[in-house]
């Protein structure tokens, strides 16, 4: 620790550095010398002293030292001459603002009854409510399903038996996408048959039926392998997608070929129907929107215009001949979580006179109108909430003590989301948490699954890098240094900005990893994404708004299975967040405190054994990344843009939530504190961008906004709406005001 100048664990008084001669009494002899000398050795250095106690001491012990002046000509980077800020985890942090009202928890857990499970009750058995006998056991047999939720029961039974244009809102994890899909490969089937006994083949040339639109190419990937798995009881039906990541000849030989359900994202989808003649549109009866309102938020509302428009003037023409049960007139079915914001707006360009199949409170209390029932959502009941109070400072020493903490013992936690807020700010945190550990690249483990199982077998090849893929791309897995002792983590890394192909791989790597595994994800993984045995999910940056809010944390909870979440708020306006928590009526809703958390995370049991304290043991580890940080000149540039990409993406809340995250309130110094930056904030600059982006991603802002940026299906990265000069403009003003007084001043 000596060329951090800091000196720990000594019961130091506070004016121990503000006088010359100071007299240590009490404890061993061999502690008040070297505190002596340490004490002496930090006036000629002038270093940032941090006054820590025995970890016996109460929380009030643990105040400050007053802080030292620093003088010039200490701390300064070798190689820069800039003045370095070495400043303590634990002092000049603020103080919440918010009492806990919530009772503390006496560690016991009450039971929740799930709300988003399939129902128990063995009327609403599938064929009952309109499947044929097939479908009905090809689920239970096959895709052991056998019971239907509720939002499917509705569905499936209106959407079997009626063409009218509909909106499907229900809880996350709730099981939609079998809710549209069940229905129109129902239907499909019963035109197969109708068409046999009217002496017609069904083949893939007799006509596309079914298009459903998706915002990212991860969900319409996921959506088409669980309408494969349906359609392999009736083979006959035959499935594509275009979504883009590919050569557009190839998947117009998939269309010339011929097919009868596409799953598709909307951007390529207009592109082939403005240039692909082979695609026809005219027997289309069955349009799915799902995440119907994120589809808008990206800005695919043009894209969609062109498409519906299309498929308009194409209805208009008759079928010549005529298909046996084809229904006379499309459907189309709007599908989210959330259809709050952008309900009118689809309503006008999709939708004609939709029925509202909702399942969720409101719903519940006998409230049939779509548009005040499109506006009631919540998380899933049985979903733990809860939110920590993390000084800036101490936010990513308290992500990995929570991450200790939560993969201390081996089963507890299978696997966890934690979700950050800027591409770059992703990579410099995948980088902090893998570092110094044996880093087994992507190609490796797609190329040999076995091994992907057992972390200790990851062997240190060649890589193949995948075409099209940097080296830097393809590193996107490793072994977590917060790993327990005898349970590894794999920590994986995904955002819009890396290849399709590192995506695509990365995120089957994380979804089929058999041992415990974190994934550090920007916001488009946020929706639909459905990733079996995530325990926990870590909104370690908070959401742009509150529909955000439930779409993150209900990758977890997911078909009546337990799950919880949390997320970091630093104490000041950002508490204001609590009260939005509150309004998705959690059945739970659990704070935490920096303290406990970094006291569960860093208590000598966790295996520092040269630890005397939990605060000395936090404090190590941060100057250890620190340091790393400044030895690493890659490392150091990754964790500035970070940080610049954090504070750009900080000013792009939903404009009614600014108020609680304000560009004005952010402490920007204490914050780079949280990106193992040493620099005052005026010093850190952006060596260069993002190569091939001319920013990094910032988060969308609500469909409100009056700026929005459109959106190709390969930039779909977290989101349209990104006033990136109004962030810039923010920050400017606000390193300006930073110049005054701050703890990053002095000297
Ligand atoms: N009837 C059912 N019985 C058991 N499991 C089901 C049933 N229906 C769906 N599931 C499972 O529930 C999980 C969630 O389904 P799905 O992804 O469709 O949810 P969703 O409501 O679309 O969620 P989101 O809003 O997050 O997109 C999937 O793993 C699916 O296999």
């Known amino acids: 620790m000596a060329d951090d100048g800091l000196l720990v664990n000594f019961d130091i008084p506070t004016d121990a550095f503000t006088i ?13 010398l070297t505190a002596k000398k340490a004490a002496a050795y930090g006036r000629q250095k002038a270093a940032g ?40 985890l634990f002092t000049y942090n603020p103080v919440s603002s918010t009492k806990p009202v919530e009772k503390p928890s006496n560690g016991e857990e009450v039971p929740i009854e799930p709300s988003n499970a399939p129902e128990a009750d063995v009327l609403s058995s599938f064929t009952g409510l309109g499947l044929s006998t097939t479908l009905a056991s090809h689920l239970q047999r096959k895709l052991n399903i056998k019971a239907p939720t509720a939002i499917q029961r509705k569905a499936i039974q209106q959407l079997c038996a009626d063409d009218t244009d509909a909106f499907l809102q229900a809880e996350t994890g709730s099981g939609k996408t079998l809710a549209y899909l069940l229905p129109i490969v129902n239907r499909i089937m019963q035109i197969s048959k109708q068409m046999k006994a009217a002496g017609q083949n069904f083949t893939r040339e007799s006509g596309l039926f079914a298009i459903i639109l998706a915002p990212t190419r991860e969900l319409s990937k996921q959506i088409s392998t669980v309408l494969e798995s349906l359609l392999s009881c009736c083979p006959w039906v035959i499935t594509s997608t275009v979504i883009g990541g590919e050569k557009k000849k190839s998947e117009k030989a998939r269309l010339r070929k011929g097919l009868n359900i596409l799953v598709a994202t909307p951007g390529r989808l207009a592109d082939h129907v403005n240039s692909t003649d082979v ?18 938020e990206l800005g695919f509302e043009k894209d969609l215009q062109r498409i519906i428009g299309a498929l308009n003037m194409r209805a208009r023409k008759a079928l010549e001949p005529p298909i046996a049960g084809l229904p006379e007139k499309r459907t189309t079915v709007l599908c989210s979580a959330t259809l709050k914001a952008d309900v009118e707006q689809l309503q006008s360009i999709a939708l004609k006179q939709p029925v509202s199949i909702a399942v969720g409170a409101d719903e519940a209390a006998g409230n049939t109108d779509v548009a005040s029932q499109v506006q009631a959502f919540s998380a899933p009941a049985q979903l733990r909430q809860g939110y920590a109070i993390v000084p800036a400072k101490q936010r990513l020493v308290t992500l990995v003590a929570l991450l200790k903490q939560t993969f201390k013992r081996k089963g507890s936690v299978m696997k966890s989301i934690v979700f950050i807020d800027a591409a770059d700010s992703v990579d410099f945190h995948f980088e902090v948490l893998t570092r110094g550990a044996s880093q087994p690249t992507l190609s490796e483990n797609v190329a040999n699954p076995a091994v992907n199982t057992k972390g200790s077998e990851f062997r240190n090849t060649k890589p193949s890098i995948p075409q099209g893929q940097t080296i830097a791309e393809s590193h996107t897995e490793g072994r977590g240094t917060f790993s327990g002792k005898d349970n590894e983590v794999r920590v994986f890394r995904l955002h819009g900005s890396l290849h399709q192909a590192t995506r695509t791989s990365t995120l089957k790597a994380f979804s089929d990893c058999a041992q415990p595994a974190v994934l550090m994800a920007t916001d488009v993984f946020s929706r639909g994404l459905d990733v079996p045995n995530i325990d926990l999910v870590i909104e370690y940056d908070p ?14 909870a997911r078909a009546g299975k337990d799950g919880r979440a949390m997320v970091f708020l630093t104490p000041g306006c950002e508490e204001g967040y609590i009260n939005i928590l509150k309004e998705g009526r959690p059945r739970t809703l659990t704070r935490h405190e920096a303290d406990e958390l970094l006291k569960k995370g860093f208590s000598p049991a966790t295996g520092i054994v040269s630890a005397k304290s939990w605060a000395e043991a936090a404090t190590e580890w941060q100057l250890d990344v620190e340091r790393w940080a400044l030895e690493h000149p890659k490392h150091l540039e990754q964790a500035r843009r970070a940080y610049q990409s954090h504070v750009r993406a900080y000013a792009t809340h939903v404009s009614a939530e600014r108020g609680i995250f304000d560009m004005q309130q952010l402490h920007l110094g204490h914050l780079a504190k949280a990106f193992a930056l040493r620099d005052k904030p005026a010093n850190i600059g952006v060596p260069g961008q993002r190569p091939g982006k001319s920013t990094t991603k910032a988060r969308p802002r609500a469909a409100s906004a009056t700026v929005k940026r459109s959106r190709t299906d390969d930039d779909a990265d977290t989101g349209a709406a990104v006033d990136e000069a109004d962030a810039k403009r923010k920050m ?3 390193m300006r005001a930073m110049g005054g007084v701050s703890e990053f001043n002095l000297g």
């Open 732 to 734: 400017r003003e606000k």
């Open 543 to 556: 959401p742009a708004s509150k529909d955000d809010h439930l779409h993150r944390i209900g990758r977890t």
């Open 49 to 88: 002293i941090v006054n820590f106690q025995a970890s016996d001491r109460g929380e009030s012990d643990l105040r400050p030292a007053k802080r030292q002046k620093q003088s010039e000509g200490n701390h300064v980077a070798s190689n820069s001459l800039k003045r370095e800020v070495i400043s303590s």
């Open 279 to 296: 695609l026809d549109l005219g027997k289309v009866r069955w349009l799915v929107l799902d995440e119907g309102d994120r589809l808008m």
């Open 20 to 32: 010359n001669h100071t007299t240590f009494k009490g404890g061993h002899w061999k502690d008040r």
